[in-house]
């Protein structure tokens, strides 16, 4: 019978991808930004951001507040970015790098202003989240292996104006995960108390915590082309602390973008490459990475709509400019809906906007429990998604042709009739079957047994579950006392 | 250890590691050593096949490792199998199941899953493989004398065969010595109590349940 030799490294191309956007359309792509930022320019209200791009060489017109960037200082910048950027974990092992290149890793979504509370009997209400919902957030994302971060996903509303609501999802972060996560509601003025919280973490030794930064951060320009004083004082910060930092536009085809995806995809670029420039000018090397939640405004109804399939090419092609300019896509909007609920909308658009970016190979899409384009998270939707992604997980595989692939001897010992279950290579191999925990793969029968339950309800058992019998928490005792000690003096202090 | 744990310890770690060929040699072994196979089969294969099945039902292993482990098992008896007929032994049962996929269906794997759990539950099990003749169901029933006699069918086209299945045993006048099971893709229970049926089985796991309630 045939036999393959072994081929050369040629042509081959492991797992399954998405070639969007071609080496012409990027560089068409790039040279067009370059030109927005030379000539448009970027606008921000922050004095120090402003001298910085002045000082770098930028044509700075302090009056209007907008600074021209040569196209050589975005070169300079995104040769000085790293491709490769870690996040660290309490736990070590838990430590996420993201490289730059079509790998892909999932985050939960951050940060949503509602919790969907379900009873027992799938019914379902919507109200403001607290900071239980946070916790229970972070012990999901905890428990779910799709997940290799657990960023906070919802915001502690019932500290609002009461205290430091900024550190009491901190902590409750910190207590909650030994994965990695990043904060997406960041004050510029709050560092000093991240750090001391991380130097708290690590026994207070500052060494560690400069060098193994737990707090993560984000920040978002304003749409179009404009980067506002909060904003590029968390870039330039986080900077010059070497934390890692992702920079994303949250532009609107139609609203604050042309209406064109291809330039709203310019315009966003512009101003994430901005914000990357800024954090380089503010110290060489930063781990600065390349973020998108960039969708469409639906012109109908005046929304920004987070399941459309046009936000799926955006994150995809976001990942395909990250790749060109070789440097880490931290975050890309993915396994979003526009859905209220955990329903048959949200189960497409999840699928469809979560895929499309991972096949194009974005290195960290982030959408896990979102609902309502991102108002409100549901503890339910979360584990779902946790499935949705493993899943997609399993599609990224692909085919890997290789002759014991092909399982020729397999195929000659059992030959005519008869069956492959139980042989020694289906025991071996089984893992490496699709799992869903939630969606139901059995006969009618037993999933009537099992009490016929929707994907809501079955989740919603696996919440409770997850809630009563994982405990997340990766810090002793006393750490944990600490933190909360610190954070109710700060609030003392906010009140005064 | 005596030689005879020693062996006795080898089948049941040869089903433990779903391992025919050990299997097979610890049944020659045990004739070697003149052990009685009733013994080897009950406290080697059977015993480490109860775990097996233990660990199924609580989701710790799956299909692949329970038929890999049957298999082994059957390796072992078949080893086995002329000695006890010589010492006239034979292995308890929890009763007889003559099993097919019904004429012009030749959809066998799920009735095969079925068979093999069947006999992993402690059924005698005559398996009369796929596209079987309603005859050969009669034949088998009056010869071998089952308690139960399972068909399977996966098309709506051959479905029909289980009505045949029967009318012919009852034609042959022993329906009344057998209960009837149904199985496969388009049977219901709304089917099998249309034909008359007696025991209609979604899965594996439901067949089992149902024929031991049967028995017991």
């Known amino acids: 019978m045939l036999r393959a030799n072994i081929p050369a490294g040629l042509e081959h191309i492991e797992g399954l991808g998405l070639e969007m956007l071609n080496k012409s359309d990027l560089k068409l792509i790039n040279e067009i930004t370059m030109d927005v930022l030379e000539n448009v320019g970027i606008e921000t209200k922050d004095p120090e951001a402003l001298q910085l791009y002045a000082d770098a060489g930028c044509e700075v017109d302090f009056e209007k507040c907008v600074a021209k960037i040569p196209e050589y200082l975005v070169g300079d910048a995104l040769r000085s970015a790293p491709g490769r950027v870690r996040l660290a974990a309490i736990d070590k092992k838990k430590n996420l790098v993201l490289r730059s290149g079509p790998y892909v890793n999932w985050a939960p979504f951050g940060v949503g202003i509602q919790c969907l509370e379900f009873d027992a009997n799938g019914k379902h209400k919507v109200r403001a989240s607290t900071e239980a919902d946070l916790k229970k957030s972070m012990t999901i994302c905890d428990w779910c292996d799709g997940f290799s971060v657990a960023d906070p996903t919802i915001a502690a509303r019932d500290w609002t104006e009461k205290g430091r609501a900024d550190l009491h999802e901190v902590q409750i972060a910190l207590c909650n995960t030994t994965k990695p996560f990043t904060f997406g509601e960041p004050e510029s003025d709050g560092f000093d108390d991240y750090f001391e919280m991380a130097k708290i973490v690590y026994g207070g030794d500052e060494e560690l915590a400069r060098k193994r930064p737990l707090i993560n951060v984000c920040n978002c320009p304003t749409s179009p082309l404009q980067i506002c004083e909060n904003s590029t004082q968390i870039t ?150 946790n499935d949705v992604i493993g899943m997609i997980k399993n599609l990224l595989k692909g085919m890997h042709v290789t002759e014991s692939r092909l399982s020729l001897d397999e195929i000659e010992e059992v030959g005519i009739g008869g069956h492959f279950i139980s042989r020694a290579s289906t025991r071996k191999n089984m893992n490496e079957q699709s799992n869903p925990l939630i969606f139901d793969r059995n006969m009618r029968g037993s999933w009537e047994r099992n009490g016929a339950k929707d994907a809501a309800l079955a989740a919603h058992e696996k919440v409770e579950w997850i809630l009563e019998n994982h405990n997340p928490c990766g810090l002793d005792r006393d750490v944990v006392k600490d933190l909360e000690a610190f954070v109710a003096r700060r609030d003392k202090e906010f009140l005064k | 250890m005596t030689v005879k744990d020693e062996i006795i310890e080898k089948a049941k770690n040869s089903i433990l590691d779903f391992d025919e060929d050990m299997a097979e040699k610890a049944a020659h072994e045990a004739l070697k050593e003149g052990i009685s196979p009733l013994e080897v089969i009950e406290k080697g294969f059977t015993a480490a096949m109860e775990f097996i099945g233990g660990q199924f039902e609580k989701g710790e292993l799956f299909l692949p490792h329970v038929l890999a482990a049957s298999e082994a098992m059957n390796a072992g008896i078949a080893v086995l199998k002329p000695e006890m007929e010589k010492r006239s032994e034979e292995s308890k049962s929890l009763g007889k199941v003559v099993i097919g996929t019904i004429e012009g269906d030749i959809h066998s794997i799920g009735k095969e899953i079925v068979a093999s759990m069947l006999g992993i539950a402690g059924f005698k099990v005559i398996d009369l493989g796929k596209d079987v003749a309603i005859s050969r169901f009669v034949e088998s029933a009056q010869k071998f004398k089952p308690d139960i006699v399972a068909s399977s069918a996966l098309m709506t086209t051959t479905m029909v065969c289980q009505v045949q299945l029967e009318e012919q045993l009852k034609e042959a006048g022993i329906r009344g010595q057998v209960k009837t099971m149904v199985g496969g893709a388009p049977c219901t229970q709304k089917w099998a109590d249309q034909i008359g049926a007696d025991i209609y089985a979604e899965n594996a796991n439901d067949a089992v349940a149902k024929a031991k309630a049967l028995v017991a």
């Open chain 1, 236 to 385: 330039i910060k986080a900077a010059r602390r070497m934390i890692p930092d992702v920079v994303i536009s949250m532009s609107m085809a139609g609203g604050t973008g042309p209406i064109t995806l291809e330039g709203t995809l310019l315009t966003q670029n512009a101003e994430v490459l901005a914000g990357i420039t800024l954090a380089q000018i503010a110290n060489k090397g930063a781990p600065v990475t390349y973020g998108s939640a960039t969708t469409i405004m639906d012109l109908r109804r005046g929304t920004a709509s987070g399941g459309a399939p046009e936000m799926a090419l955006l994150s995809a092609a976001v990942a395909r400019l990250s790749q060109f300019y070789g440097i880490p896509c931290g975050d890309a909007a993915g396994c979003w809906t526009d859905s209220k609920v955990p329903d048959a909308q949200a189960g497409f658009e999840k699928g469809m906007t979560g895929m499309i970016p991972a096949l194009a190979g974005a290195n960290l899409i982030f959408g896990g429990g979102l609902l309502e384009m991102g108002q409100t998270i549901s503890l339910e939707q979360l584990v779902i998604d």
